[in-house]
Nanobody, 114 residues
Framework: QVQLVESGGGLVQAGGSLRLSCVAS????????MGWYRQGPGKQRELVAA??????PNYADSVKGRFTISRDAENTVNLQMNSLKPEDTAVYYC?????????WGQGTQVTVSS
């Protein structure tokens, strides 16, 4: 089992920045991809950014050039969010993939006011 704990959400004005962090614990050996998804009000959960082992990060078109994903270690993933827009408002979920299984954090709220 893998447990994911997110931090860093909050309220920010449009144009501002936030940094999300996620730390995995438990059976972390074998984690390959870690990333962030989000679910806005009345919307489906969508990929924001993901970082796999040895590959280039993958970003949603809507966040390219504004968000940056980074992996400090095998079990840590961060999301630096700049130039935030009201449409970025959502619950952000950390995701880890290990041996064919998906694991999710509890989610952290990001609210961008106009």
């Amino acid at each position: 089992q893998v447990q994911l704990v997110e931090s860093g959400g909050g309220l920010v004005q449009a144009g501002g920045s936030l940094r999300l962090s996620c730390v995995a614990s438990g059976s972390i050996f074998g984690i390959n991809t870690m990333g962030w998804y989000r679910q806005g009000p009345g919307k489906q959960r969508e990929l924001v950014a993901a970082s796999g082992s040895g590959g280039s990060p993958n970003y949603a078109d809507s966040v390219k050039g504004r968000f940056t994903i980074s992996r400090d270690a095998e079990n840590t993933v961060n999301l630096q969010m700049n130039s935030l827009k009201p449409e970025d408002t959502a619950v952000y979920y950390c995701n880890a993939q290990r041996m064919g299984w998906n694991y999710w954090g509890q989610g952290t709220q990001v609210t961008v006011s106009s």
